[in-house]
């Protein structure tokens, strides 16, 4: 039997009071509120709105929010597989990779992916999330490889997997184009790509923040080339490092372009820059950079991604891993509808300094929704509904609301880098994946 589908409503009117909004913030938020589309210069204003304009931005957002996905508020009970740590590229954000040599450089065999995979379906989950660094000398077929293994074993299990970088990278190292690779992994069972690798989608950033990374056009290539064969994915943006607000503006400007040409994306996820382990922000370059978005950020973020996304991309996610439930509840407040994953593992953000844990159970996502009047469901990774909770006496005890020590349990980053079962340098063969 299929999934019901997240129901949306028909469009109301809504009514949002302007009265403390600077004339021109209240032209630009009517003008949302009543279908029309916000252009690069005005969501670029609505960045840069402060005080009296804040409320009104926020209540215009939530009146989308609300007419876009009702009260429901979802999750998706997954696992983070990150299978390498060891990487190519030195991407300066990023405080998660290692190099090959290194002590803490770590790859997961497939058997040990698999293990996972499994303890996480017994767990509950409906989803993994595959995703690693570039691990020097892997074999092209790796990750064509690894999906399979999973959904042989695993068939109910939707593998989320494999950003744009890993496409491109994997298409290279096999000497195919990217849409073969594409071909390959949708029949090897791939379930949707993660949107990730994205950071700001205009060159002169990525130039900054990571320099020889995958360019604005070849993420483009990779995404509109999965969404035209039927791979759905996320889409993101990294912000609150150098970025400006008419970079954020053009970002997502640039989302809802290809949205309105394939409808592949699910949802927008904004993540914040942690800076705190970042080797730019230790070595103090680019010189403009920041120490990550403040939380009025955070929230015009929520805010205008609703605004100028609507009505084409209708889930905005808040991430708990980057800003703490207590920010992310609020941003329920400014147009987020989805509270994402459980995760059970987390490495990258926690590498970068995050302090805010691996794992957020079932219940605790249910407790954040219903707090601020709102329903909690779980959902899938493509947004059908899986279970609705209107009722909290009907609520279930699932396993994972049962786990009181999840780095206990299932092993955090920190103690996986110094696992020697798993040693990169003494384990991995290059070719031999």
């Known amino acids: ?209 990571s320099p020889g990374r995958i360019t604005t056009a070849q993420w483009f290539e990779v995404i509109g080339t999965a969404h035209r064969m039927g791979i759905r994915s996320t889409s993101t943006m990294m912000y609150g490092h150098v970025e400006t607000s008419l970079d954020k503006a053009t970002h997502l400007h640039l989302l809802r372009g290809l949205q309105k040409e394939t409808g592949g994306f699910t949802e927008f996820v904004p993540l914040g820059f942690i800076y705190e382990e970042a080797p730019m922000f230790h070595k103090r370059r680019p010189q403009a950079l920041r120490e990550g978005p403040s939380g009025i950020e955070t929230l015009k973020m929520y805010a205008v991604a609703r605004i100028m996304l609507h009505p084409w991309i209708p889930n905005i996610q808040v991430s708990w891993v980057k800003e703490g439930p207590k920010l992310v509840q609020v941003g329920l407040m400014a147009g987020a509808n989805d509270l994402g994953g459980t995760l059970i593992n987390e490495s990258i953000s926690t590498a970068a300094g995050a302090r805010h844990g691996q794992l957020l159970t079932p219940k605790r996502f249910r407790a954040l929704a219903r707090e601020m009047g709102r329903i909690p469901a779980e959902r899938s990774t493509l947004y059908g509904l899986r279970r609705v909770f ?42 031999a994946a």
């Open 1 to 209: 039997m299929s999934e019901p589908s997240l129901s949306l409503e028909s469009p109301r009117s809504v009514s949002v009071s302007f009265a403390q909004a600077s004339r021109e913030v209240a032209a630009i938020l009517d003008k949302a509120l009543s279908g029309g589309e916000v252009s690069v210069a005005e969501g670029t204003r609505l960045f840069d709105a402060a005080g009296a304009d804040l409320a009104p931005l926020f209540a215009a957002a939530d009146a989308l929010r609300r007419q876009t996905a009702g009260d429901i508020v979802t999750y998706v009970v997954n696992r983070n597989i990150n299978f390498t740590n060891v990487c190519v590229k030195r991407c300066g954000f990023c405080a998660f990779s290692r190099g090959h040599t290194g002590q803490e450089g770590y790859f997961l065999p497939p058997e040990e992916v698999l293990r996972r995979a499994r303890e996480a379906a017994e767990m509950g989950a409906t989803e993994i999330c595959v995703q690693a660094g570039l691990a020097p000398g892997l074999d092209g077929w790796h990750y064509v490889k690894l999906c399979r293994a999973v959904k042989e074993a695993l068939p109910d299990l939707h593998v989320h997997g494999f950003s744009p970088e890993e496409v491109l990278y994997g298409s290279s190292q096999a000497g195919v184009s990217i849409r073969d690779y594409l071909v390959a992994l949708k029949d090897a069972g791939l379930g949707s790509l993660p949107g990730t690798s994205a950071e700001i989608l205009i060159d002169r950033v990525r130039d900054e923040i």
């Open 390 to 431: 209107a009722d909290p006496a009907d609520d279930p005890v699932d396993a994972l609301d049962k786990v009181e020590n999840a780095d206990r349990l299932f092993g955090s980053y920190g103690q996986l880098i110094q696992d020697s079962q798993f040693r990169f340098r003494d384990f991995y063969k290059p070719g």
